[in-house]
């Protein structure tokens, strides 16, 4: 076994390649984007020949190189046998979040050429789709912002030991925002009180202590921590013994500014005192905000 860790980072255009080389870049990793394939075997012999200390390399692969896949899946998997740790991460997104972000930025799709944003988006969908077959980890960022994504990226990557616990993601949202994509188990906390129709906290967020204190005063929601808790600590030994390193628990209220985002910190808590890394991302609290303040 070779000492060098090779991350290949590939996916769908606009799915955040970008992003995510810099922050392979930030914990350490030797990156290069859109190298070409037929470089591969060469560069990895120059990594191992080298006089520097490059143990761990990230390279970005993408659609923009033509007729790439055949000869990257080969090169790829020549990698593994000649005995380098090898891992391929694809990042994707939902159709509407990437013709979303084509549109903010104004760029143009890669193979949009003479059709429509949404055609080219479908036609890389179907030409990855191999590649995405192969893939050692999915990532989906459709419900990610810019520095979450660099924070997941993090997390999962920094100093990996394969011995290490599972990482575990914990996103709250708002049911009103849209469905949580990325999420491996997802739970709807809407049965618990709603702080919303309370005055005096509407204001304040699942964050604040005012608001934590109404819902855990309540014997619905603490009998349902109590069950919720115990089936979260029976599961993820599970999916560790089936070989999983990453596990995303999305919980859901309705608009994702206070129950959720409760349950949701008291979750991670919870979880650290198992001994897991987990990352806490509220993705709709500041959405919510907005939206009650202008009513």
Do not use: W
Request: glycine share 6%; proline share 3%; net charge positive.
């Amino acid at each position: 076994m070779k000492n060098i860790r090779f991350v290949v980072l590939s996916g769908l255009s606009g799915a955040g390649k970008s992003i995510a080389i810099k922050a392979f870049e930030d914990i350490g990793f030797f990156c290069v984007d859109n190298l070409p394939t037929a470089l591969i075997p060469k560069f990895a012999e120059l990594c191992s020949q080298t006089s520097t200390d490059i143990r761990k390399v990230a390279l970005g692969i993408d659609i923009r190189e033509r007729d790439f896949l055949p000869s990257f899946l080969k090169e790829f998997k020549k990698l593994a046998e000649e005995g380098y740790e090898v891992e391929l991460i694809f990042l994707e997104a939902k159709n509407e979040v990437l013709i979303r972000r084509f549109s903010e930025t104004r760029r143009k799709h890669p193979l949009a050429d003479g059709i429509s944003i949404i055609d080219g988006i479908k036609l890389e969908r179907k030409k990855l789709a191999p590649l995405r077959e192969q893939a050692d980890k999915i990532i989906d960022t459709s419900d990610y912002t810019l520095h979450q994504l660099r924070e997941v990226i993090s997390s999962y990557f920094f100093e990996t030991d394969k011995k290490k616990k599972m990482n575990i993601s914990i996103i709250s949202f708002g049911y009103k925002h849209g469905i949580l994509y990325n999420a491996d188990l997802v739970f709807d906390v809407r049965f618990l009180p709603n702080p919303h129709f309370v005055d005096r906290i509407r204001e304040f967020s699942g964050l604040d202590k005012n608001v934590v204190d109404y819902l855990m005063s309540s014997k619905i929601t603490k009998k349902f921590i109590k069950i919720f808790f115990q089936f979260i600590k029976f599961i993820i030994p599970l999916y560790e013994y089936e070989g999983k390193a990453y596990l995303t628990i999305g919980l859901g209220c309705t608009g994702g500014r206070h129950r959720s985002v409760t349950i949701g910190e008291e979750l991670g808590k919870y979880i650290k005192k198992l001994g897991y890394s987990v990352i806490i991302t509220h993705r709709d609290i500041e959405k919510e905000h907005k939206e009650v303040s202008i009513g």
